[in-house]
T-cell receptor, first 114, second 112 residues
Framework: NAGVTQTPKFRVLKTGQSMTLLCAQD?????MYWYRQDPGMGLRLIHY???????AKGEVPDGYNVSRLKKQNFLLGLESAAPSQTSVYFC?????????????FGQGTRLTVV | SQKIEQNSEALNIQEGKTATLTCNYT??????LQWYRQDPGRGPVFLLL?????KEKRKERLKVTFDTTLKQSLFHITASQPADSATYLC???????????FGTGTKLQVIP
């Protein structure tokens, strides 16, 4: 049972390039989330999804887009990367929304934009 | 504005002692609060959940309290071990059950 898997684990982008981060979960969870983690800022919610085909904005959505075409996958896209998007990105999933049950996290993607 | 505050300074304690970490929040009325552990280079791992009508929750050497009047949660690790060294995050539910908001975490170092 893999849980939550993120790809890639590391990536370096040039300013203006685009990329997609993939999150896959095998727990049949309805809810999925994308967070970014920066020193001194904690985990901040970018976008989340409450089910296949639905997405919603979190705390810091600007510069990112997401899609949830399949229940098990949640994609995070950066259309035109900026140095301010240098961060560690975590995907998470949960069976019930929010803090009612635990969230399972992936191992993270370390993204550097130069 | 809404805030979740955890002590940003690292907490160093001697092995065998009880570690106590604090999570304070303002402008929230959370129904639930969670604690997670995060090791360097890894994603957070869930430890405990406590509901607003629960004053205390225990799991093995871990204990969490939730005081909605003080707007504070305390996280205790008894008989601490070097393997307990990690960053501990508290998280609150907000926005009508729409999202989980995390504190910045407190780094715990247990010294042998």
């Amino acid at each position: 049972n893999a849980g939550v898997t993120q790809t890639p684990k590391f990536r370096v982008l040039k300013t203006g390039q685009s990329m997609t981060l993939l999150c896959a979960q095998d727990m049949n969870h309805e809810y999925m989330y994308w967070y970014r983690q920066d020193p001194g800022m904690g985990l901040r919610l970018i976008h989340y999804s409450v089910g296949e085909g639905t997405t919603a904005k979190g705390e810091v959505p600007d510069g990112y887009n997401v899609s949830r075409l399949k229940k098990q996958n949640f994609l995070l896209g950066l259309e035109s990367a900026a140095p301010s998007q240098t961060s560690v990105y975590f995907c998470a999933s949960s069976y019930l929304l929010g803090a009612v049950t635990e969230a399972f996290f992936g191992q993270g993607t370390r993204l550097t934009v130069v | 504005s809404q805030k979740i505050e955890q002590n940003s300074e690292a907490l160093n304690i001697q092995e065998g002692k009880t570690a106590t970490l604090t999570c304070n929040y303002t402008n929230y009325s959370p129904a639930y609060l969670q604690w997670y552990r995060q090791d360097p280079g890894r994603g957070p791992v869930f430890l405990l959940l406590i509901r607003e009508n629960e004053k205390e929750k225990r799991k093995e050497r871990l204990k969490v309290t939730f005081d909605t009047t003080l707007k504070q949660s305390l996280f205790h690790i008894t008989a601490s071990q070097p393997a307990d060294s990690a960053t501990y995050l508290c998280a609150l539910l907000s926005g009508g059950y729409q999202k989980v908001t995390f504190g910045t975490g407190t780094k715990l170092q247990v010294i042998p």
